[in-house]
């Protein structure tokens, strides 16, 4: 069998899928289930808007924290280390050793390194002279 290969900008759900399937199936045979389940903090307005906040996951004893996104009327104020440590105490409660987060936001780097994260990895100018930034953190 010769396989076809598509580059495409809009797969449909149904290609994803298999591609997800498939991988998961593979990591599970070969080191175990990842146990992976959302994780999000949310901050709402007094409406009961979502505003900002963070979101990711736990998969395998690690939280990887995806998107983390404070509005500008609350930053400085210490919303980012509330967020990270609310999402690490459900991560700590999950089972999780570890957290990990990457960011190309010079402010963000020094915040996650003033809540204990260290570097561990770097990919030098990934947008224009930014660098983006791998941390860790044991939990």
């Not at 809009?10 to 899928?17: F, V």
């Not at 609310?86 to 999780?96: F, K, N, V």
Request: proline share 5%; with cysteine.
């Amino acid at each position: 069998m010769r396989p076809h290969i598509e580059v495409t900008a809009s797969p449909i759900g149904e290609d994803l899928d298999v591609i997800l399937k498939s991988l998961t199936a593979y990591n599970e045979a070969t080191v175990g289930p990842s146990d992976r389940m959302p994780l999000a903090v949310l901050i709402r307005d007094e409406q009961g808007q979502t505003i900002g906040g963070l979101s990711g996951y736990t998969s395998w004893g690690w939280l990887f924290t995806q998107l983390l996104f404070i509005p500008e009327l609350l930053r400085g104020q210490g919303m980012a280390a509330t967020l990270l440590q609310q999402a690490e105490t459900e991560a700590r409660r999950r089972g999780c050793r570890g957290a990990w987060i990457d960011t190309f936001n010079p402010q963000a780097l020094k915040a996650y390194q003033r809540q204990g994260y260290e570097i561990f990895g770097e990919l030098p100018a990934f947008v224009g002279e930014r660098t983006r930034t791998f941390l860790k953190k044991a939990l």
